[in-house]
């Protein structure tokens, strides 16, 4: 083999300097991704992450700080220990999911957060904590994703943001993916969010999809990938592990916003899987428990299933008979729900209920039901922004080319 003799210490410099550069190019199985914000405390003084990596990590963690213009504030940073969960994936090595809490946070304030091993980390992200009292906001709500999510949903989202940069967090009715235990789907659902879930959290309601099993059997527990990509607060009904993060409730600047599972409602399914009656009826203890002791001065529920649907062939009897009256006795303002793929507005009883699509998948209306909405839409992919004020809750409709396709002003109820 010839010798290869260097002509000058500047060639031998400039070869050192590559060198080194190329062995420090970070390793991209610990590179964080899916870096998601959820809540499972008080919005006013904590916040949850959660992030991936293709490699299993040994060590995970965060780190937290004021929100500063000076680009030195990284040394202050709080360190945060992460939880690791082991995710076995067909044809590679296990992937890593992480959890991370902040708490003792300050109402009304900025901060960076970083995710990573302590070597690799993901880029510094910023999120605003909610007020400690009633205070107006926005928040954006969307019904299902499910399908196309990288090459179509995307744009949904990513005008979502653009009519309400403002908005708090992002309430989703359910369906987020088209089959639950499939990987690649959730890193489509990430990646169409971009940056934007890394500053402004999510509040998801599972729909039947994100029920779906890799083994093909039927549970009413959601896939392993909904609890590896939210952390999502427990305080839903007790004792019932199929509903654990899949029930919940979220107080938020004077709104209670009640996550229901309707899957157990939907007695239409073909394959029910077992439990059923022992879920809803525990589901509905608990719900009217959080509806009747709920010191908000508003109440927004959010579900899969429409009470009332729009989409052919549809219907729901049991859940607008068990549901229904409770949403009236406890004066729920909204209802935000998905599921039939096309747009719908209905008012009863002093109760506005919504059913939405954001992604492309969409159905056709129902006769039958159309006598009942107020405002209906048909193939068009959609988004909603919700302005909550003291006074009122004011829901804008649009589709994604930026028609205004409906607005409702619902006032508060006493």
């Not at 999120?127 to 709500?141: E, N």
């Not at 499910?146 to 309430?171: E, H, T």
Request: net charge neutral.
């Amino acid at each position: 083999m010839p010798r290869i003799y260097l002509k000058s210490s500047f060639t031998l410099c400039l070869v050192t300097l590559v060198g080194a550069a190329v062995a420090a190019e970070p390793d991209s199985s610990q590179i964080p991704s899916r870096v998601i914000l959820t809540w499972s405390g008080d919005p006013s003084t904590t916040q949850n992450v959660t992030w991936r990596t293709g490699a299993l990590l040994d060590v995970a963690r965060a780190e937290i700080a004021p929100m500063t213009a000076n680009p030195d504030f990284a040394g202050d940073a709080k360190p945060v220990t992460a939880t690791i969960t082991r995710v076995e994936l067909p044809g590679r090595l296990a992937a890593g999911h992480y959890q991370a809490s902040f708490t003792g946070l300050k109402p009304d304030s900025q901060y960076c957060y970083r995710v990573g091993n302590g070597k690799i980390w993901s880029a510094w992200h910023v999120f605003r904590t909610a007020t400690s009292a009633v205070g107006p906001f926005k928040f954006l709500y969307i019904g299902d994703a499910q399908n196309d999510i990288k090459s179509l949903w995307s744009r949904a989202i990513r005008v979502a943001y653009q009519k309400a940069p403002d908005a708090r967090f992002v309430a989703m009715a359910g369906d987020l993916v088209a089959e639950g235990y499939d990987d690649r789907l959730w890193g489509e659902l990430s990646e169409g969010f971009g940056f934007l879930s890394t500053s402004m959290p999510l509040l998801p309601a599972p729909g039947n999809h994100d029920l779906h099993q890799a083994d093909k059997s039927s549970s009413y527990k959601a896939s392993p990938p909904w609890r590896q990509h939210f952390a999502l607060p427990h305080n839903g009904p007790m004792g019932i592990d199929e509903l654990d993060q899949q029930a919940y409730y979220v107080d938020y600047q004077g709104v209670r916003f009640v996550v229901v599972d309707a899957n157990s409602f939907d007695s239409s399914e073909k394959a029910k899987p077992a439990g059923r009656e022992r879920i809803r009826d525990a589901q509905i203890a608990w719900l009217e428990n959080t509806l009747k002791n709920n010191p908000n001065k508003w109440t927004v529920v959010i579900q899969h299933q429409p009470v009332f649907p729009i989409a052919h062939g549809r219907g729901f009897p049991e859940m607008e008979k068990l549901l229904a009256p409770l949403y009236e006795k406890y004066k729920v303002a909204l209802v935000l729900q998905g599921h039939d793929h096309s747009y719908g507005r209905m008012q009863k009883n002093g109760v506005t209920y919504i059913i939405s699509v954001s992604g492309p998948k969409m159905y056709e209306l129902d006769s039958i039901h159309l006598a009942k909405m107020a405002k209906t839409a048909t193939d068009k992919q959609m988004f909603q922004v919700v302005d909550v004020t003291a006074t009122r809750l004011s829901l804008k409709a649009y589709a994604i080319d930026g028609q205004l396709v409906d607005s409702v002003d619902v006032p508060a109820r006493h």
